[in-house]
């Protein structure tokens, strides 16, 4: 229990006005560091917020609740939770109110009589009242969307929070209001002249409650992309292929992009399937790049996803396709941002467009003759190539094969002939690999 002054206080408020209740004051729980699980030991911020469901009236002048922690293991909320120093709560802290620190009392495993109220009652700090409160009363307390925020518990970085002892057991947990524990008065009305106020209790509705899982499964390691065959095209390609059908339009080029990862990948709250919104792709040369269209696990699993854009990669520039996934705990993918060419991020696939570089030099010149020559009779990939499909440095028609009429298209395509755009003999990717 609190202080006798402030039970003295509470009674007089709480119980002083014998009134039919017409408001209705509703007060949920909720987790503000997102949903992913934790491990025991681990942290878990919140806060408690309530708010008055009709405005005709005054605001709060008092409320008080308590917690507890459902679960397969008890917790004792008096040493698990710890409320950051110096937060206020909305109006109701000293010299307005008669709360002191609003952190509860412990009895056995709860935190019992949370809560507080300001000085509606015209007292002048004598016996049997508490020595305050003394200060103004404000006014619209609980009013508005947001309410007035009753308890806070963050941010876990600086050691508030509600700390889940080692040694628990792993499973769901729920912290809730005690049932039949939470009391509230508003402010009926006041006369600014006499500073007087009528105070009447209100409904209450124990609203949200906060729900957590304790499980090890959250030490699984950050997603990253497997820069290997299983990733297609792979970081740091070069698509050498014809850029042209007809020789106008640019309508052939990469649109499919294929990602494997190291761990399944989902949204932030580690269930929902990822989509559009988990990808981004950006372009050097301050030009459009072009949008994510859809977003599909393959495989039959949920480490493996196929991006499609709604149009082709950018002819000489690189593109750069990023992945803002998480795994299955809520972690998201490791990102260190641009590490500089050369470089395959955890996080990204860097890939380009120019027609003719079958060698991957960034450059067309008569060496990729030669690389062309070295694979159509020997299958040598080229040194600097990164696909694990060889096909993707020959197939100048896109017919999916190598054969005799790719050495067609890729002379089309050195001297501008039709269904070339250009000529692209002696051409380079205008900036270096990001």
């Given at each position: 229990m ?8 509470a009674?007089a ?7 039919m ?7 949920d ?11 025991a ?15 005709a009236?005054?605001g709060?002048?008092?409320?008080a ?6 679960g ?10 710890i ?12 010299p307005q ?9 412990a ?22 009242f508490?020595p ?11 009013h508005?969307?947001?309410g ?6 963050a941010p ?16 769901d ?14 402010i ?6 006499a ?6 209790p ?7 409650p906060m ?7 959250c ?20 698509d050498p292929r014809?850029?042209s ?7 052939l080029g ?8 190291t761990?399944?990948?989902f949204q932030?709250d580690?269930t ?5 919104s988990n990808?981004?792709?950006g372009?050097?040369?301050?030009g459009a790049a ?9 495989g039959?699993?949920?480490d ?21 996934v998480?795994?299955?705990c ?9 590490q500089?060419?050369?470089v395959n ?7 380009t ?11 067309s ?12 009779n ?19 028609n ?16 050195i001297?501008?002939?039709t ?8 051409t ?7």
């Amino acid at each position: 229990m609190k202080a006798s002054g402030f039970l003295t206080a509470a009674l007089a408020l709480g119980f002083g006005t014998v009134a039919m209740a017409q408001d209705t004051f509703t007060v949920d729980i909720n987790r503000t560091d997102g949903s992913a699980p934790i491990e025991a030991g681990g942290c878990v911020e919140f806060e408690i917020r309530g708010h008055l469901t009709d405005t005709a009236n005054e605001g709060l002048a008092f409320f008080a609740f308590d917690l507890e922690l459902v679960g397969p293991s008890t917790v004792n909320l008096g040493t698990a939770i710890i409320m950051g120093e110096d937060v206020s709560v909305t109006s109701f802290s000293q010299p307005q109110g008669y709360s002191v620190d609003f952190t509860g009392t412990a009895v056995g495993d709860d935190l019992i009589q949370l809560g507080g109220g300001q000085n509606t009652i015209g007292n002048p700090g004598t016996d049997p009242f508490p020595p305050f409160p003394n200060g103004a009363v404000a006014l619209g307390v609980g009013h508005g969307v947001d309410g007035v925020r009753m308890y806070e518990a963050a941010p876990c970085d600086f050691g508030f929070g509600l700390t889940v002892p080692v040694g628990v057991a792993d499973g769901d947990y729920t912290l809730q209001i005690r049932p039949s524990s939470l009391f509230a008065n508003q402010i009926t009305s006041f006369d600014d002249v006499a500073e007087t106020y009528v105070v009447d209790p209100v409904n209450v509705v124990i609203g949200n409650p906060m729900a957590f899982t304790v499980g090890a499964d959250c030490v699984t390691p950050a997603p990253e992309i497997v820069h290997d065959a299983d990733t297609s095209p792979c970081s740091g390609h070069i698509d050498p292929r014809g850029e042209s059908s007809n020789g106008v339009d640019l309508d052939l080029g990469i649109t499919t992009f294929t990602i494997k990862f190291t761990t399944d990948v989902f949204q932030s709250d580690g269930t929902s399937p990822v989509d559009a919104s988990n990808f981004s792709v950006g372009e050097t040369g301050g030009g459009a790049a072009p949008s994510v269209a859809s977003v599909s696990y393959v495989g039959g699993g949920m480490d493996t996803v196929e991006i499609v854009l709604d149009n082709n990669i950018t002819l000489q520039e690189w593109t750069t396709l990023v992945a803002d996934v998480y795994n299955d705990c809520g972690v998201a993918i490791t990102s260190s941002g641009d590490q500089g060419a050369g470089v395959n991020e955890t996080d990204r696939i860097d890939v380009t467009h120019l027609p003719t570089d079958i060698n991957q030099g960034g450059t067309s010149d008569p060496f990729d003759v030669i690389a062309f020559r070295q694979f159509v009779n020997n299958g040598t990939v080229p040194a600097n190539g990164c696909s694990a499909n060889g096909v993707d440095y020959v197939d100048m028609n896109h017919n999916g094969a190598s054969d005799p009429f790719d050495l067609i298209r890729l002379r089309q395509s050195i001297n501008g002939v039709t269904p070339s755009t250009r000529a692209w003999a002696s051409t380079s990717i205008n900036n270096t690999r990001p």
